[in-house]
């Protein structure tokens, strides 16, 4: 099977379903986002830093190519074939969190993003989640509550962590983290 269907090249692609939509619609750019986010987990994924969270990442990965799948289908066509997103992936992503800032001092100012690579890259993929979670905010609320709820939480709770684990691989690599002074 050739990767190249053609069937794309007017700016319409099809929703898993077969509905043909506008490549310049919510939904798709919703989708998009997700994947987008989905290469940014690959990345931090693949630093030397977090090889001990490599399964945890990849369940996360999994995580969104089930969102972006959900996503990508006509309402009826999720019941059928999609798998689904559980409470208890949000849980796993909390009790992660509570894991990791267990370890960490309390935090007692804004965190400037960067110091490290891998720190700047897990950052990256933080703001690309929380644009992922308003875009899936926005089509919910123009789709009337097609989108299933559990997925905004699961996108709040992921930019959570994420942002806890750039805290964690700030200790982890001794890393001091760069406080935001603003000018006054």
């Not at 987990?41 to 969102?67: A, C, H, M, Y």
Request: hydrophobic share 40%; net charge neutral.
């Amino acid at each position: 099977m050739k990767i190249y269907t053609k069937t794309g090249d007017k700016g319409t692609t099809s929703l898993v379903g077969g509905t043909r939509i506008s490549k310049a619609e919510l939904r798709i750019e919703t989708y998009g986002t997700i994947d987008e986010l989905n290469a940014y987990i690959g990345l931090v994924r693949d630093q030397p830093v977090n090889s001990v969270r490599k399964e945890l990442l990849k369940e996360i990965q999994d995580r969104l190519f089930t969102i972006g799948s959900i996503l990508a289908s006509e309402p009826e066509q999720v019941r059928k074939k999609i798998p689904d997103l559980l409470e208890s992936d949000v849980f796993l992503l909390e009790k992660e969190m509570d894991q990791m800032d267990s370890q960490l001092e309390p935090m007692r100012y804004f965190i400037l993003p960067g110091g490290h690579t891998s720190v700047s890259f897990g950052h990256l993929a933080r703001t690309v989640c929380r644009r992922a979670e308003r875009l899936v905010i926005r089509l919910a609320e123009k789709e009337e509550s097609q989108i299933n709820d559990l997925i905004i939480k699961y996108l709040n709770r992921l930019s959570d962590y994420l942002f806890v684990l750039c805290r964690m691989m700030h200790k982890e690599l001794n890393i001091e983290e760069i406080a935001w002074k603003p000018r006054i």
